[in-house]
């Protein structure tokens, strides 16, 4: 008999929100509290497969996780294009203009997309 390798299971966004969520020192109530919406969102979250850049900007601030450069390396996109969407990332954490991240990301996907074709 061969030897069978294990299929890596694709875990969802919000459970992988979930996991992080565990090993953090903050209740649901205080999550829901800084994200500004109630427990049954925060549950409702930890259900997605799918949430939007900016909302996953604030989760990852609040729970001081990137899980937008580590959605973005699960699904393939080269260290040097994670590396910069990172710093991005952090500017704009920092410089508090999530929206624009979101407008700076979508053309970083473009020229990311364009350099593997080239």
Avoid: P
């Avoid at 953090?24 to 994200?35: C, H, M, N, P, Y």
């Avoid at 989760?59 to 899980?67: D, V």
């Avoid at 937008?68 to 390396?73: H, K, L, Q, R, W």
């Amino acid at each position: 008999m061969g030897t069978e390798q294990q299929k890596t299971k694709k875990i969802a966004i919000g459970e992988r929100i979930k996991e992080v969520f565990d090993k953090k020192d903050i209740s649901i109530a205080q999550f829901a509290e800084r994200l500004s919406c109630d427990r049954a969102n925060i549950y409702n979250i930890f259900r997605r497969k799918k949430i939007d850049h900016e909302r996953l900007i604030e989760i990852s601030k609040i729970l001081q996780h990137n899980f937008v450069a580590e959605s973005y390396t699960k699904n393939g996109y080269s260290h040097k294009t994670v590396s910069q969407i990172t710093l991005v990332l952090e500017i704009a954490m920092d410089a508090k203009m999530v929206k624009n991240f979101t407008k700076t990301l979508k053309q970083m996907e473009i020229n990311a997309v364009y350099e593997a074709k080239n």
